[in-house]
């Protein structure tokens, strides 16, 4: 009669207290200093346009002046409202004369000029929501085939560089560096070679920030209902 084998079972042992404690420390932490940091941030601008808005404000006008107390965000409101007033001032013909004078004067003075132009540049970058904008993330064979890298589709090659290469449709295509995706490369791609992705260009960056450790979820994924999570 054949003797049954016995199967000891594995049995893993439980977390120390210490450790319990370690990993809900840093599990709070993930969720906690995103949120502190935004309001910090958040605060700090606030203070800092109230702390410089408001001194110029008439007294008249100044809701502090009948409270008895400062209102955190007024400097704020004041400086968007005249902000846009100046931006409907410089669409007329008037703003716009003011505006040239205004860029010639700063183009005569040697060092202004070279402050003021690369200011007016990141400002114009940051805040285009036309054509600065990446349209798609994507996926290309960098830097051999084989090897896939995330990178964001800017638009269709025209011009010499479609020419030269004798290709019938090029994308220009933009590689971001990891951790920072604010540099990296900008590669000319044949459209048969750039695999277009379903994920939004958020996720794509978070993606290439985390340097894959947040993975997010697929069109099927999100219709059921699922989040990113870190990769384990």
């Not at 205004?102 to 970058?125: A, D, F």
Request: one cysteine or more; proline letters at 7%.
């Amino acid at each position: 009669m054949a003797r049954k084998k016995k199967f000891s079972k594995k049995i893993t042992p439980k977390p120390s207290l210490m450790q319990r404690l370690r990993s809900n420390f840093f599990t709070g932490l993930i969720i906690v200093a995103p949120v502190v940091i935004t309001i910090y941030l958040i605060w700090t601008v606030v203070t800092f346009i109230d702390a410089r808005v408001v001194p110029l404000v008439p007294g008249l006008y100044n809701p502090s002046t009948y409270l008895g107390q400062e209102i955190p965000g007024f400097g704020v409101v004041i400086f968007l409202i005249s902000t846009a007033i100046i931006g409907a001032l410089a669409k007329g013909l008037f703003g716009r004369q003011i505006i040239r004078l205004w860029e010639h004067l700063v183009g005569r003075t040697p060092i202004v000029r070279s402050v003021y132009s690369g200011l007016k540049q990141i400002v114009e970058t940051i805040l285009s929501q036309t054509n600065s904008n990446f349209q798609n993330a994507c996926m290309i064979e960098y830097p051999r085939k084989g090897i896939w890298a995330i990178a964001f589709i800017s638009t269709a090659s025209k011009g010499e560089v479609l020419q030269k290469t004798g290709e019938d449709e090029m994308l220009s295509v933009f590689l971001p560096t990891t951790p920072n995706p604010t540099s990296g490369f900008l590669l000319f791609v044949p459209r048969k070679d750039v695999v277009v992705l379903d994920m939004t260009v958020e996720d794509a960056a978070k993606l290439v920030i985390s340097a894959g450790l947040v993975v997010p979820p697929t069109k099927e994924e999100i219709a059921a209902g699922v989040k990113p999570v870190p990769v384990k």
